[in-house]
């Protein structure tokens, strides 16, 4: 399998113990469940450019979580909306 620089770092860094692997709380696994189910009762679609970088993350967290990136992302817009998500200030 061929590797991007990224990715080799991140590799590398795993097999090294520099990076250990965390499980999502309940709390949040609980979230991104609720997330799904909902994913179901919307009546909005949107289209959105993202950054390369932060799309290929998106797959790997949700990759991850076991769920689709979709749902991890409409998961975060909805937490941030809730006011679960803040940002980070000054």
């Known amino acids: 399998m061929k590797y991007d620089k990224e990715e080799k770092n991140t590799l590398e860094a795993f097999e090294s113990g520099e990076l250990k692997l965390s499980k999502p709380s309940k709390k949040e696994i609980e979230s991104m469940k609720a997330a799904a189910v909902n994913t179901f009762k919307k009546d909005k679609r949107i289209t959105i450019r993202l950054y390369d970088h932060d799309y290929t993350g998106i797959q790997k967290k949700a990759m991850e979580m076991g769920i ?22 000054g």
């Open 68 to 89: 689709p990136y979709q749902t991890l992302i409409s998961g975060i817009i909805h937490r941030y909306i809730e006011g679960d998500l803040k940002t980070k200030t």
